[in-house]
């Protein structure tokens, strides 16, 4: 996965838990949680998302690895191959 | 139009889902009603065939209108929806939904409907009548679908805000094309909907919640109590039962939050129920509100039933399906009544404890703050663990702070023992 694949699964991602969200308006290295007003529910629906369109099986305790947009997009591509 | 809570006034009617002629049985979803909340799919209490629809969409009118006839073979009643009856909600709860008696068969002599044909029909609002059946007389569910767009436009998605910027705005929603998920009317697709526009607008559930918590100080003398928990060997516990889940099967500490209360409101039963009438009147079971935060603001509180009866696991699912659906705007009305005490949480925003409001006629809030390493003193030893202040605000007309220290004390004591809770 490239970074722009990644960027952009995760806008669609997003894009279904906080509808109108638009990547390019936020702060990449910023908590996506403060940007985007996620709760601990909205951020395991992001993984559940992910984790059903990847494959990757995304463990509680990688959760810390995805708290930004920046974070998230270098963990998807790494993670990826 | 049911009462879908106890600061609900009016309600206008968004969409009918069911015609004149359907079947329904009771629980069936038959309409969409916007409140000053949300818009909420509105379940029906009788059974029978829809004789009349009596409120055109776009009106609104208020909490005891009858908004159908429903003819339920002996005798035509009119459904008003269930009356607001706090603490004794037993009648509002859908129930499992039986197969339609014969009167179907009669209606569609000689043709073959299988259950799920009705329900696709029922749900989406398609006369079987009008229905072409093939020529053995057998109607599938394929005919249904291509039914649809003759017969009626199915529900247009539209997010409780979009409707809001498009009511004030005058605009008609169905003009509207949407960009957000499957197709949904979002803000940005109503025009003119500058988001946090400068005018002044008078927000109604800022006025709903506003009208409801006025009441709550006017006429409750509320206590409250503090209890801070020793959380390492739950949140140890929870980390060893996420590990090796996929992120669906995973549990939050909120859903074991709502579970020791839930366990602890059937114990101690005098902080489960209503005030009404000068009396305390128990619960019908454990059911939990619990406050979601809508994006953009304001709040709601679905209600999980019996949920003193739900494992970690169950009360999780229950937990994540309210809450999705609370923002989506796609609760059902008997999920907005008949709570019997309330959640909240604001853990998650950094605050360490919550004295909350309680929401009439209840009489009881739990309130839980976020996680905070804190010294404890373990075996002897002052150690950092994750600690968790959980309050309760109580109704000192139907309990006093003996009762409600009682209560308190044994919430803390299920969160500290996953072994009960997981």
């Known amino acids: 996965m490239t970074n722009d694949e990644a960027r952009q699964l995760l806008g669609e991602v997003l894009g279904r838990i906080a509808p109108g969200t638009d990547l390019d308006e936020i702060d990449p290295a910023e908590l996506l949680s403060d940007e985007l007003d996620l709760d601990s529910m909205d951020l395991l629906s992001m993984l559940e998302l992910l984790h059903e369109r990847t494959g990757l099986e995304l463990p509680e305790t990688d959760a810390p690895k995805l708290r930004t947009l920046d974070d998230a997009v270098e963990y998807l591509v790494l993670r990826s191959g | 139009?049911?009462?879908?809570?106890?600061?609900?006034?009016?309600?206008?009617?968004?969409?009918?889902?069911?015609?004149?002629?359907?079947?329904?049985?009771?629980?069936?979803?038959?309409?969409?009603?916007?409140?000053?909340?949300?818009?909420?799919?509105?379940?029906?209490?009788?059974?029978?065939?829809?004789?009349?629809?009596?409120?055109?969409?776009?009106?609104?009118?208020?909490?005891?209108?009858?908004?159908?006839?429903?003819?339920?073979?002996?005798?035509?009643?009119?459904?008003?929806?269930?009356?607001?009856?706090?603490?004794?909600?037993?009648?509002?709860?859908?129930?499992?939904?039986?197969?339609?008696?014969?009167?179907?068969?009669?209606?569609?002599?000689?043709?073959?409907?299988?259950?799920?044909?009705?329900?696709?029909?029922?749900?989406?609002?398609?006369?079987?009548?009008?229905?072409?059946?093939?020529?053995?007389?057998?109607?599938?569910?394929?005919?249904?679908?291509?039914?649809?767009?003759?017969?009626?436009?199915?529900?247009?998605?539209?997010s409780p805000y979009a409707r809001r910027l498009a009511m004030e705005g005058s605009i008609d929603v169905s003009t509207l094309s949407g960009t957000g998920p499957s197709g949904a009317v979002v803000a940005r697709d109503v025009p003119g909907a500058a988001p946090a526009a400068a005018k002044r607008t008078v927000d109604p559930m800022r006025t709903a919640i506003a009208r409801t918590m006025e009441r709550s100080n006017r006429e409750i003398p509320h206590y409250y109590l503090s209890h801070t928990v020793d959380m390492a060997a739950t949140v140890e516990a929870l980390a060893a039962h996420n590990d090796g889940r996929s992120p669906r099967d995973r549990v939050l500490l909120a859903a074991l939050e709502l579970r020791a209360v839930a366990l602890a409101a059937r114990k101690v039963d005098e902080m489960n129920g209503s005030w009404v009438d000068g009396t305390f009147v128990p619960g019908d079971g454990v059911h939990v509100a619990t406050i979601v935060a809508l994006r953009g603001g304001g709040l709601l509180a679905p209600v999980i039933r019996d949920a003193d009866r739900l494992d970690a696991d169950e009360t999780m699912r229950s937990l994540g399906d309210v809450v999705e659906r609370a923002r989506r705007g796609a609760l059902r009305s008997s999920e907005l009544s008949g709570a019997t005490i309330t959640v909240t949480n604001l853990g998650e925003d950094g605050v360490e404890a919550i004295f909350g409001v309680i929401h009439p006629p209840q009489v009881a809030i739990v309130g839980f703050g976020g996680l905070v390493e804190r010294p404890v003193v373990a075996q002897g030893r002052i150690v950092a663990h994750p600690t968790l202040t959980v309050t309760l605000a109580a109704d000192h007309r139907a309990t006093d702070g003996r009762i409600g220290g009682r209560f308190l004390a044994r919430v803390a004591a299920l969160l500290r023992s996953p072994e009960r809770l997981l």
């Open chain 2, 1 to 158: 139009m049911p009462s879908l809570g106890a600061d609900m006034d009016e309600g206008t009617l968004v969409s009918w889902l069911v015609a004149v002629g359907d079947r329904v049985t009771r629980g069936d979803i038959v309409a969409v009603v916007q409140t000053e909340k949300s818009d909420i799919e509105v379940e029906v209490f009788e059974t029978g065939q829809v004789a009349e629809l009596l409120v055109e969409p776009g009106t609104t009118v208020e909490v005891g209108t009858p908004l159908a006839r429903i003819d339920s073979g002996s005798t035509a009643t009119t459904s008003r929806g269930p009356e607001p009856t706090p603490g004794s909600q037993s009648e509002a709860r859908p129930v499992p939904r039986p197969v339609p008696a014969a009167s179907p068969a009669r209606r569609h002599a000689g043709r073959v409907l299988s259950p799920l044909v009705r329900r696709d029909a029922r749900r989406l609002g398609i006369d079987l009548g009008r229905v072409r059946p093939a020529p053995d007389g057998t109607i599938h569910r394929d005919d249904i679908a291509a039914a649809v767009p003759a017969a009626r436009p199915t529900r247009r998605r539209v």
